[in-house]
């Protein structure tokens, strides 16, 4: 009886899912699996800021949901350790007080963030492996083994009392692996005899036909390099790749060549896959940085960061030879070990051209297999359809193009168009009675983090960055008389990043008569207000660009 009356009540709860981050954008992946109140979170990552968003360090999706109900959380699942999933944990965990549940290698790699963070104390981490099933709170989940480029990924099989859900994480069906793991795929087909009520999938590559090439086809690329390397290698890369970590080791010790990681995060994250098994790196095979630099260079090969072209990274550092450590040298070959993220193109190959121009041979994917995807491709994905067999198909982890192309995929397989949900963050969708509607919407939006502060940056901050970035500033000191309202000198322009001030002197001598004629004390709250409107119009209409105006107000 009472079993009756429960499950009369599970039919008019919905199964609420609720994608907070990676729908819509590559980065910061989040989503919230929630049942009667009772919320799952599964992954808190990072995205790194576009081009046009200046002076951010990173960002990360937007809690308020959460935070209005933070006492329901009952558990955070990070699939894997790569900072798309992981980069917003410590801020996540500042403000909420479930345990994270993590495999050994993501926990190690957590760790290493929160205790950054002073957290480590504060958080409970329950340590999972593949195959393992857990109750967390109206949710049994199951983690099962996928392969992606850091070892230890799990995809999440969750059993709800609305069905089965499958959350795939990032995965790709790579035959070799670095680790010799695949990814479980008997595990998937076993979701599938139980019947799926919906499958969740990474759609990074969903614009790739084919399959992506198994991580192995690194070793001879690496193989040839490190034969034919005159001298000193530095190999650049995430420092969470860790399977690349590994690679390079054993390409190091094939060749006689010393390892040594460049720069923090690559030494810790190194140190912790080494201590947990995850990394086989010889004792005698790892040398530090110091002892690296007073080697001769043909007998090191050294790992750093910085594969994206940031100023401030050691690559960045090394391209225009404001390294401290050290500096490129003629001889040189430097492999960046990973794929430019999109929007970074252009400083990426910006770098590449600097480090050409400082002497260095630099290879990087496209002349050579030094990197492939850790995600599926397109047969991939068909394949994972297959061995899941859903109901729904909720394609994640993408801009909307990869969106839109998966879902086109599915459909093309037999899944119905209507039971297709092509969803961005903070569109939420429900299951009730095993039938698929849209929820609400709530905010999905950005939070900018910048050095320390976070969410302070608004839209109002970035676009004042833009105009800066662009058009520059003009800054108008005025002093007048106290007792007369007149100006008693000329007014004083300084300009940076607008014009160039000797060819700009009519264009100058014009604003200061404009300002000489604005001047007007009779409504002196408002004078700066119209002098600045007044100034930025007459510059708009000669230059038609919009810098930044300042007009300081002195009395004598
Ligand atoms: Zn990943
Ligand atoms: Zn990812």
Known sequence: MKMKMKHAKNEDIPLRIIPLGGLGEVGKNMMVYEYN??????????????????????IIPDFDYILAN?????GVIITHGHEDHTGAVQHLMEQISAPIYATPLTRGLLEVKLAKGGMLSRVQIVTVEANDEVEIGPFKVEFFHVCHSIPDGVGLGITTPAGLVIHTGDYKFDHTPVDNWPTDYAKL?????????????????????GWTPSERVIDPAFDAVFREA????????FASLISRMQQVANAADKHNRKMAFVGTSMVENAKIAKKLGYLDLPDDLQVSID????????????????????PTSIMGRLSTGTNRQFDLSSGDTVVLSSHPIPGNEESVYRTINRLFRRGANVIYDRVAPVHVSGHASQEEMKLLIHLVKPKYFIPMHGELRHLRQHAKIGVELGIPVENTAVIENGMVLEFHNGEMRM???IPGGYVFVDGSSVGEVGPSVMREREILANDGFVLVSLTLDRHSCKLRTEPEIITRGFVHEPDAEDLLARTRQIIGEAVNCTSNGRMQEDLEQSVK???YTKTKRRPMVFISISQA
């Open 439 to 441: 929820g609400e919407r």
């Open 291 to 310: 002892q690296a630099l007073k080697m001769k260079p043909k007998d090191v090969v050294l790992m750093s960061t910085g594969t994206q072209g940031e």
């Open 37 to 58: 109140g009772q919320m799952l979170i599964v992954d808190a990552g990072l995205m790194f800021p576009e081009n046009d968003m200046l002076g951010i360090d990173y």
């Open 70 to 74: 933070r006492e329901n959380v009952c």
């Open 537 to 539: 119009s007459f510059l």
């Open 230 to 237: 005159p001298g000193r290698i530095i190999v650049a890369s």
């Open 189 to 209: 087909a076993e979701f599938a005899g139980r019947g799926v009520l919906a499958l969740l999938a990474d759609s990074t590559n969903a614009d790739k036909p």
